[in-house]
């Protein structure tokens, strides 16, 4: 009997030992099972490998010229196109040529500058104003250019503004004291003539004439043709007396001339006629046509003065006039 239950005891051991090593199996297979599932699972979840960027191309340096009154683009520029840092003086030449044509004009286009044109006393004693005086410096405008051509950028037109030298409450007193006066005479006969001596006088009478203002004849008489009321008469062309618009304006200029030139102005152009004429002695004629030869002088005295012109019957006579104060300024010394 003891001997039986030994046996038995022994195949319980050995039948638990046998479950035990199925168990352990099995897990071992079970956990080899999950490695062989997991492994391709994660290398499948991988992310991919992103692909490079590509580099930008760098922009080209661009230069904006710009209006600094409308703060519009007038021209851009590429300077490595147009040979910058290849042929700097080739590059700067271009420049120097657009510069000029921006600034005087063309056929087609009109230049940034811009004569003065004068302030005027209508009859009631109010001031017409005119227009001041604008210049486009050409070669500032060429250095600010050549300069941003190496990083690029916006850059505005250097336009100087020149108002006329004069105050409001100088007007008043203008007329008080004549300083200069000239006058010539004429044919009040020849009618056209007479008449157009007397409609570019009117242009010129009661024109102010501020501290550093420049005074231009045809700007300020502008054109002298029929359209402005002036008549066919003789007049001077390449040492021929012709038949023309606007003949006679010349003996306004010339009376004009002797008139400031008794006083502190300079001349910046002037102009003598092919022929002698008689209305002024030799060589103190001034002559002037519209879109040709001007008269232009500035009024380089430290105070303002106004010109007054006197027609009459065969007789026309340029005053010059200012406040009893500036005279001793005005006068020539």
């Keep these: 009997m003891t001997k039986r239950s030994w046996v038995i005891s022994l195949l319980v051991i050995c039948s638990l030992i046998g479950l035990a090593g199925c168990t352990e199996k099995t897990e071992t297979n079970q956990a080899i099972d999950e490695e062989k599932v997991t492994e391709p699972q994660q290398k499948h979840e991988q992310t991919p490998q992103e692909a490079p960027e590509k580099e930008e191309e760098p922009k080209p340096i661009m230069v904006n010229v710009l209006d600094p009154n409308t703060k519009v683009v007038i021209k851009s520029f590429l300077p490595m196109e147009m040979g910058f840092g290849i042929d700097n003086e080739t590059y700067k030449k271009e420049l120097e040529k657009w510069a000029k044509d ?23 004693g109010q001031i017409i104003k005119g227009k001041p005086r604008i210049i486009l410096e050409e070669s500032e405008l060429v250095d600010k250019v050549m300069t941003a051509s190496a990083m690029g950028g916006d850059i505005e037109l250097p336009l100087y503004v020149t108002e006329s030298g004069y105050k ?6 203008l007329g008080e004291v004549v300083v200069a006066s000239f006058t010539t005479r004429f044919n009040s006969g020849v009618v056209g003539r007479s008449k157009n001596i007397e409609l570019s006088a009117q242009a010129i009478n009661n024109i102010i004439v501020g501290a550093g203002d420049i005074f231009s004849f045809n700007t300020t008489v502008g054109p002298s043709d029929a359209a ?3 008549q066919k008469a003789k007049e001077i062309v390449d040492k021929q007396l012709v038949d023309g618009i606007g003949g006679g304006i010349c003996q306004t200029s010339s009376t004009l001339f002797n008139a400031v030139d008794q006083l502190g102005v300079s001349y910046i152009e ?26 232009q002088f500035q009024n380089t005295a430290s105070a303002p003065f106004i010109i007054k012109s006197i027609y009459k019957k065969g007789t026309l006579t340029i005053e010059v006039r200012t406040s009893a104060a500036y005279q001793s300024l005005i006068a020539k010394h």
């Design 168 to 173: 409001p409450e100088d007007v008043d007193h």
């Design 270 to 295: 002037k102009h003598h006629h092919s022929l002698s004429v008689g209305y002024v002695p030799a060589g103190r004629d001034a002559t002037v046509s519209y879109g040709g030869p001007d008269f």
């Design 102 to 124: 921006l600034a005087r004009g063309t056929e087609s286009a009109t230049g940034y500058d811009q004569r003065m044109v004068l302030d005027k006393i209508d009859s009631n």
């Design 228 to 230: 402005h009321g002036y």
